[in-house]
């Protein structure tokens, strides 16, 4: 089945919605960018320039194609002025309230049925989140990309309890002409990708706090052991620890287990304001972020 989309919203022009927004553009579809934070914007604007910069110089796609590429994306600050698309994918923060309170005014906005809503979550309900759009959770559906979105293959796509399995055939093959791979999971908590992830770094602050190792010995047993490009203390930094915090409560909720709490120690970190490379210090430093 085609997917139909000619041109895509993105809402969130963070790492997130715009690593989608550069990629769905290089994919030859129209997008256009919604976000209200100011700087974001622009800063997306630079990013853009230097990923698809990089690409190029790569070879992976032409200075024309690249060029071509940036011409396909425009920005809106304002919520009424994302207008005209046929497909809408929401990045912003991963909060269950603020993710439905923008699906309600999305479904109001587009009441055409044959315009997905799709969310970017990592863990939340696709059941719970679809009940903002009323009588349109048919066609609200989970569409994880992972970070950075440019470069990482997967899409995990996340059917709620209401999607219709036409907008579930439309998804995959969206994300396939995206250039990814598009794999199914269904719509419990953490999904496939952070029900096994996440555990796996939760221990590891676990060993960190009862001593098992230091840090840099845990990173480095998991790397040079189990073949992982990053250790998982240095994979939470970057997910930042806040986040690894949320999802965890939203796995110990959803599956109704506390085996899933996060870890005292990392839970501290988070409260002493160390979130990780965003607040220039989490398990590690970073120096200028």
Same mark, same amino acid.
């Given at each position: ?31 256009? &960018? ?9 800063? $997306? ?14 070879? =992976?796609?032409? =200075? ?20 005209? $698309? ?15 309170? *923008?699906?309600?005014? *999305? ?10 809503? !799709?969310?970017?979550?990592s /863990? ?25 979105? +440019? ?9 709620g309890?209401?999607?219709? +399995? ?10 396939? !002409? ?7 999971? /269904? ?11 996440? +555990? ?11 001593? &098992? ?5 845990i ?6 052991? $189990? ?8 994979l ?7 986040? $690894? ?11 109704? /287990? ?10 501290? *970190?988070?409260?002493?304001?160390r979130?990780?490379?965003? /607040?220039?210090r ?6 200028? =972020?």
């Open positions: 089945m085609p997917h139909n989309v000619k041109t895509l919203g993105v809402l969130g022009a963070g790492q997130m919605g715009g690593g989608i927004a550069q990629v769905a553009a290089v994919a030859g579809l129209t997008v256009k &960018v919604f976000d209200s934070f100011p700087g974001t914007i622009d800063k $997306c604007k630079g990013v853009h320039i230097k990923s698809l910069g990089k690409l190029v110089e790569k070879a =992976k796609i032409t =200075k024309d194609a690249a060029d071509a590429a940036s011409a396909r994306i425009s920005f809106v600050d304002n919520l009424e002025n994302l207008t005209g $698309c046929d497909w809408l994918v929401e990045a912003v923060v991963e909060d269950v309230n603020v993710k439905k309170d *923008l699906l309600a005014k *999305l479904a109001a906005m587009y009441p055409d049925e044959s315009v997905v809503l !799709a969310t970017n979550t /863990s939340i309900s696709i059941t719970e989140l679809a009940t903002a759009a009323g009588k349109g959770a048919h066609r609200v559906v989970g569409m994880h990309f992972f970070n950075p979105v +440019p470069l990482m293959q997967l899409v995990e796509v996340i059917p309890l209401q999607t219709s +399995p036409e907008v579930v055939q439309r998804t995959l093959a969206l994300a396939t !002409a995206m250039g990814k791979t598009p794999l199914e999971a /269904s719509d419990r908590a953490g999904f496939i990708s952070n029900r096994v992830l996440m +555990p796996m770094i939760n221990e590891a602050f676990y060993a960190w706090m009862e001593g &098992v190792a230091k840090p840099e010995a990173d480095g047993i998991m790397k040079l052991g $189990c073949n992982f490009p990053m250790g998982p203390l240095t939470a930094d970057f997910i930042g620890l806040d986040t $690894c915090v949320n999802i965890m409560n939203v796995l110990a909720d959803g599956l109704n /287990s506390d085996r899933y709490r996060a870890c005292p120690l990392l839970k501290q *970190l988070v409260s002493a304001g979130m990780g490379v965003k /607040s220039g989490g398990v590690y430093e970073y120096p200028g =972020k």
